[in-house]
């Protein structure tokens, strides 16, 4: 299941309130100012720091 667009323009980063973006993978949301990484899980973003990785 695809997050939807509307979506993707409403979430920020819960940390530092950054937009964030699909990854390549589709398989989470990538932050464009700290770079967490918050995994999507059976469809849902899963939108909490201490699900998140730092990708570099």
Known sequence: ????????EILV????K???QL???GNGLK???CRRV???RDGIPV???DE???ED
């Open 1 to 8: 299941m695809a997050i939807s667009k509307e979506l993707l």
């Open 13 to 16: 980063c819960p940390l530092c």
């Open 18 to 20: 950054a937009d964030v």
């Open 23 to 25: 990854t390549p993978d």
């Open 31 to 33: 932050c464009v100012g």
């Open 38 to 40: 918050y995994p999507i």
């Open 47 to 49: 939108m909490l720091i």
């Open 52 to 54: 998140a990785k730092i």
